[in-house]
Nanobody
Framework: EVQLVESGGGLVQTGGSLNLSCTASGFTFDDYTIVWFRQAPGKEREGISC????????FSLDFMKGQFTISRDNTKNMVYLQMDSLKPEDTAVYYC????????????????????WGQGIQVTVTS
């Protein structure tokens, strides 16, 4: 059974940083693309960044580049999302999701491609 657990969220001031973690279990981690999504109140879930099992082919939404950095450690079955220069509009519930194979960028940004999700973790940025 695929299990994903997010951690590292919380409350931070504008301009601050957080490093989210996604811990995976129950599947061959190296075979899976992992994606970070977020969902703000009243808005649709949106893809942030995507990384293949090999650690290569990282796709990020243009407006995220330079602010958010995805990485993974296959020895620990973990994926990270380093978030810098946070703004109040980054307030959302952040999710990690997994799918077997190598996804292209359009697939990475579409929640419909994913059936395995973490429970989500709240990130709140105060002004």
């Amino acid at each position: 059974e695929v299990q994903l657990v997010e951690s590292g969220g919380g409350l931070v001031q504008t301009g601050g940083s957080l490093n989210l973690s996604c811990t995976a279990s129950g599947f061959t981690f190296d075979d899976y693309t992992i994606v970070w999504f977020r969902q703000a109140p009243g808005k649709e879930r949106e893809g942030i960044s995507c990384i293949w099992g090999s650690g290569g082919n990282i796709f990020s939404l243009d407006f995220m580049k330079g602010q958010f950095t995805i990485s993974r450690d296959n020895t620990k079955n973990m994926v990270y999302l380093q978030m810098d220069s946070l703004k109040p509009e980054d307030t959302a519930v952040y999710y990690c999701a997994a799918r077997r194979g190598r996804l292209i960028s359009s697939e990475c940004s579409d929640p419909a491609y994913f059936t395995s999700w973490g429970q989500g973790i709240q990130v709140t940025v105060t002004s």
